[in-house]
């Protein structure tokens, strides 16, 4: 049985794709490897708690020595590499730690990897030849849009906050493994991610808390900045994909072709919220509505052109926007209000 390593298993999108992976590949054991920060939720896997071919190992990726045991000891045949400082309000609070993680960790990762899986550049070490490294991204590395067109995988990188920029600095480091050592990389940028087991500080889940808490639901400036909603189990279907069947050394942005502005998604979740769980007072949760100082260095767009992953790797997102905030509103009420 192959194993495979995913950092920030216990994450957001991260668990998601553990669970997802599971069910779907028996053949598979899966090493997660998760530091359990404010991000991380050892609740987020109770669907395979007790799985045999899933092994918890809590860990920091910038810890080399641990990493090195861990692809000894189960022999590990590829990674997917999600664990990240994700946050772009916390980047700007506090930009070292992002630095450290996504750019220090990430190397580390990679190097473990290519140590363990490389005989010199370009030369696999026996066995090892299919093995690959799938880097987790995002499309704000690409700065921000104006109010026409989409991000490609061409699209010059333009990060705009620390947070981008130490994803635009993980991503350049995955792409020189590739031209440097031949190590087998694929790096995956997607869109603004929604559905179940989000962080809370994130603007779904946090409109939803919010204003189940009767409280001011925050957000940012006018609330016309845009972004390419994708759900997550769509995402997790697309990263699948790149780790079996991408070319090597290529990129795949991954989106949603769900363009919404913050006004728009505060509305559609208070909409589906007044159904579900009307407030005592008979209100709309749409008065709960308030705006509040913009954040610095906000971009004001972000849309993928996904056709090249709908073309190479025949990927489409199930999901529509009403389909999945409808049951992402939904796994968010039934567990917030238990």
């Known amino acids: 049985m192959k194993s495979i390593l995913v950092t920030g298993g216990a994450g957001f999108i991260g668990s998601n794709f553990v669970v997802h992976l599971l069910d779907r590949r028996p053949d598979l054991r899966i090493v997660n490897y998760d530091a359990l920060t404010y991000a991380g939720d050892l609740h987020n896997l109770d669907e395979v708690a007790g799985s045999t071919r899933h092994v918890f190992v809590k860990g920091d990726i910038q810890d080399r020595h641990l990493l090195e045991k861990i692809f000894s000891d189960h022999d590990i045949s590829g990674v997917i590499h999600f664990a990240a400082e994700s946050h772009v309000d916390n980047s700007i609070a506090g930009p070292e730690a992002f630095v450290r993680t996504n750019v220090l960790g990430t190397f580390t990762v990679l190097d473990v990897a290519r140590r363990n899986w490389m005989e010199r550049p370009f030369v696999a070490k026996p066995g090892k030849a299919e093995n690959r490294f799938l880097h987790i991204s995002t499309d704000e590395v690409y700065g921000s849009l104006g ?20 994803k635009a600095s993980s991503d350049l480091l995955v792409r020189s493994y590739f031209h440097t050592y031949g190590l087998n990389v694929v790096t995956t940028n997607c869109s603004n991610n929604y559905g179940p087991k989000q962080n809370h500080e994130k603007l779904i889940p946090t409109i939803i808390r919010t204003a189940l808490a009767e409280k001011p639901i925050p957000i940012y400036g006018d609330g016309k900045n845009v972004r390419d909603w994708l759900y997550v189990l769509d995402h997790v279907n697309g990263i699948e994909l790149a780790f079996d069947q991408g070319r090597a050394g290529q990129t795949y942005n991954i989106g949603g072709r769900n363009e919404r502005n913050n006004n728009q998604i505060a509305e559609k979740v208070c909409q589906i919220m007044d159904q579900l769980k009307p407030r005592a007072n008979g209100k709309s949760y749409r008065e ?4 509040v100082e913009d954040r610095a260095g906000h971009d004001r767009r972000y849309a993928i052109d996904a056709t ?7 990927w489409k997102a199930i999901e529509n926007f009403d389909s999945g905030i409808q049951k992402t509103v939904v796994w968010y009420l ?3 209000t238990a």
Do not use: V
């Open 334 to 336: 039934t567990k917030l």
């Open 147 to 166: 109010e026409t067109g989409l991000f490609t995988e061409e699209t010059p990188y333009a990060p705009n906050s620390p947070y981008s920029a130490s």
């Open 308 to 314: 090249k992953i709908e073309t190479e790797l025949h």
């Open 288 to 291: 709960l509505i308030t705006y």
